[in-house]
């Protein structure tokens, strides 16, 4: 027995055609298969210590969903390793305002800061982080402290020795 | 926490594939590459394999693309819906090997799939070759070509209510043949002559409508025809007519078919499936029933999935020739009838 297979094949390929388009969005998926596809550009480069390559596959990430926040703290995190801190904070900090209720995010900022020596900015950050980061928050709070009483007491020396003057 | 941000981009990427592939079937050429035969047992397998994707049923819609493959090996669309079923179960191994030989088989669909050679690479470890080919899918997936296609598939018409099953003269191709009541003309009888159609009506219940498969013509479609020299077979007590013993073939060429093991455990039946009568009188199995040892046959595999272990071979002993130079050629010629010209 002979079938028409032309026309069979036609019309099974075009309701299933039909059918995953009404079912799927296609432009969606076209942008989880170009993050999937930067994401392992970055790896690519970031294995071959390309850093200018994987920070340029980074920001075409960024580009892909501006207010994604998870990718702009893993930028910020590469960045921050690559020594980059203060295009790192930049980053971080869009990381912390897109998503404010992660403390990840908000504590990755307080890291930064502290390693530009910004210790009072970085407790700020640290009590938004709240209790995952409250040992850092304690050791920087007491550090800050410190650092004015060290600067008081300078002051004073300073102070003391003008008046002796 | 992985699965979950990895199962919306799985969905999404089977979605946009599915139609993709679904899209290719329809137009381009090659699907339509095959005879007619074997189209209908193609679209089964390609029926199910898209089903069993939409189950999420992957290993099934793999195997199944498998068989379509072996059907049809020049057909690229199979080899895309085989390396988006192995995508999903992560065996890119796999899926770079089909997207591999979607690319050459059809260089022309090379941008379209290079985003997802170069991921499969990229997963194989093998960095260097995955770069150009992930540039070249990021490059693709914005241009106006991918962008046309995506129209393509937005302007198609809702032509199905029940989008997922196949049209009714799919399903009725495959449902069993009906068997029609009426005599059959045979083709070895003249109407033409005195008797004309009675004696053929008359003539009709002495003939052994089952032996209709016996010919060259019938093997042809099988799933698999391969060359292979017999090795010997498993010695057992209880051997006889009707309980055949396993001989082991190797295969030296496959005609037809998908990549078999070259070790090929064959089901060596002595009687032709087809035929009613018994046991020959007096029949006892012993060694001069099988061939010589390292004689070369032409086998013609019903189906390329064993049963017990073993392979069946078409209409039971009528699915084994000598491969003379004779069977060769009318093989050959059979063959080449029914190739994609």
């Known amino acids: 027995m002979i079938f028409p297979a032309r026309p069979l094949i036609f019309g099974l390929a075009l309701a ?107 407790v700020a950050y640290y009590q938004k982080a709240g209790p995952k980061f409250a040992g850092k928050l304690s050791t920087t709070s007491a550090y800050v402290q410190q650092l004015r009483q060290i600067n008081q007491y300078n002051a004073e020396i300073k102070k003391r020795a003008a008046e002796d003057e | 926490m992985v699965i979950e941000r990895e199962l919306p981009r799985l969905k999404t990427r089977f979605k946009w594939s599915l139609a993709l592939l679904s899209l290719g079937m329809a137009f381009l050429p090659s699907a339509f590459a095959q005879d007619e035969g074997p189209s209908v047992t193609l679209m089964k397998y390609v029926g199910k394999a898209q089903e069993a994707m939409r189950a999420g049923r992957n290993q099934e819609a793999r195997d199944e693309f498998r068989k379509a493959i072996g059907l049809a090996p020049k057909t690229p669309e199979f080899y895309i819906g085989l390396s988006d079923a192995c995508y999903a179960m992560k065996e890119y191994d796999q899926v770079a090997f089909a997207l591999q030989k979607v690319i050459e088989l059809n260089p022309a669909m090379k941008d379209e799939c290079s985003g997802e050679y170069g991921e499969a690479l990229f997963h194989l470890g093998r960095y260097d070759e995955a770069i150009p080919y992930l540039k070249a899918g990021l490059k693709y997936i914005d241009s106006p070509a991918a962008k046309a296609r995506k129209t393509a598939i937005a302007a198609a018409p809702p032509i199905s209510t029940a989008p997922s099953a196949p049209p009714e003269s799919v399903i009725r191709a495959a449902a069993p043949t009906h068997v029609d009541s009426k005599p059959i003309p045979l083709a070895t009888e003249n109407p033409a002559s005195a008797a004309g159609w009675h004696s053929i009506s008359a003539k009709h219940q002495e003939v052994d409508i089952n032996k209709a498969n016996q010919t060259l013509a019938g093997a042809i479609r099988c799933e698999g025809i391969v060359i292979a020299d017999y090795l010997g077979y498993e010695k057992s007590e209880n051997i006889n007519f009707f309980h055949p013993p396993k001989a082991k073939f190797k295969i030296t060429k496959i005609l037809k078919g998908p990549p078999l093991n070259k070790d090929l455990p064959v089901r060596y039946e002595f009687k032709e499936r087809s035929s009613t009568a018994g046991a020959p009188a007096g029949w006892k199995f012993s060694d001069d029933k099988m061939p010589a040892k390292g004689s070369s046959w032409i086998i013609f595999l019903e189906w390329c999935t064993p049963r017990d272990g073993m392979f069946d071979t078409y209409e039971g002993s009528f699915g084994r020739l000598p491969a003379d130079d004779e069977n060769l050629n009318k093989v050959y010629a059979e063959l080449e009838k029914h190739s994609n010209r």
């Not at chain 1, 969903?65 to 998870?70: F, G, L, R, V």
């Not at chain 1, 980059?84 to 971080?92: E, F, G, L």
């Open chain 1, 16 to 122: 299933l055609s039909v059918s995953t388009f009404l079912f799927g969005n296609p432009s969606l998926a076209q942008n989880s298969k170009k993050v999937e596809w930067h994401r392992c550009l970055i790896q690519i480069y970031k294995s071959k210590n390309m850093v200018p390559q994987a920070c340029e596959e980074y920001a075409a990430l960024v580009n892909l969903d501006p207010k994604d926040a998870q990718i702009r703290f893993e930028y910020g995190a590469y960045l921050h390793k690559m020594g980059r801190v203060k295009d790192a904070i930049v980053q971080y900090r869009k990381a912390a305002d897109f998503n404010p209720s992660n403390p990840d995010y908000q504590g990755a900022v307080g890291d930064a800061l502290v390693s530009l020596k910004d210790y009072s900015g970085a």
